[in-house]
């Protein structure tokens, strides 16, 4: 079933993990929202700057941001109340997990790429 995904962190950069999640998500017939600042698009897809600007209700949020830059964006994440949170190798933090599961927000530590060829988004 088609999921509205933010991707957090989305690059314009093709060899970057989160540009081929990009690709891979819009393979896979999801309406992808990449987030990031400083482009108006990636991947033929417009861009928003931060999560405060995304204006509808989001399925799934996945993190292509390291521990640092989530735990300075966790008020928006919590404000954006995904139905879920994927945590991609390299931006686990106990500190922003706490926060979601404190908020009653799933998150688990997967890969997007590996969950969409695998049949487990």
Request: glycine share 6%; aromatic share 4%.
């Amino acid at each position: 079933m088609a999921q509205i995904v933010a991707v957090l962190g989305a690059s314009h950069k093709p060899e970057r993990y989160s540009n081929k999640a990009v690709r891979m998500l819009k393979e896979h017939g999801h309406s992808v929202i990449p987030v990031t600042p400083g482009r108006s698009v990636i991947e033929d897809l417009p861009v928003v700057s931060s999560l405060d600007a995304i204006d509808r209700k989001v399925d799934t949020l996945t993190l292509y941001v390291g521990p640092e830059r989530s735990a300075q964006l966790q008020d928006s994440i919590l404000a954006l109340r995904p139905g879920r949170v994927i945590l991609n190798p390299g931006t686990e933090s106990a500190t922003l997990e706490q926060a979601l599961t404190e908020a009653g927000i799933p998150w688990e530590h997967a890969c997007t790429l590996v969950m969409l060829r695998t049949g487990q988004f």
